[in-house]
């Protein structure tokens, strides 16, 4: 059983900075693709940011040149590193990953949410 471990989320200031963790843990699995959701209130979950195997990373255009999305394969981990934060930041934010294992094959994951206020 493979699990999404979400961590650093927070409240902070308009113009401040948060940074994201997610690890994956389990066993005999691979990662590909690693990613950021957000769920915002009222909205639909959206695409925050993602990563490949080859360190190719898309960003939301609302976000585009604030965050910064890593990972240390080594750690089977993934951050998001968010500067200059804005009110309209605030959300749930859930870590996503493609992983692959013998029992399941190649499929999403996703991990339990971590909150982010932006206050103004």
């Known amino acids: 059983q493979v699990q999404l471990v979400e961590s650093g989320g927070g409240l902070v200031q308009a113009g401040g900075s948060l940074r994201l963790s997610c690890a994956a843990s389990g066993s005999a699995f691979s990662i590909d693709t690693m990613g950021w959701y957000r769920q915002a209130p009222g909205k639909q979950r959206a695409l925050v940011a993602h990563i490949t195997r080859k360190d190719f990373a898309h960003y939301a255009d609302s976000v585009e040149g604030r965050f910064t999305i890593s990972r240390d394969d080594a750690k089977n981990t993934v951050y998001l590193q968010m500067d200059g934060l804005k009110p309209e930041d605030t959300g749930v934010y859930y870590c996503?990953?493609?992983?692959?294992?013998?029992?399941?094959?190649?499929?999403?994951?996703w991990g339990q949410g971590t909150q982010v206020t932006v206050s103004s």
């Open positions: 996503n990953a493609l992983i692959r294992t013998a029992l399941r094959g190649t499929a999403d994951y």
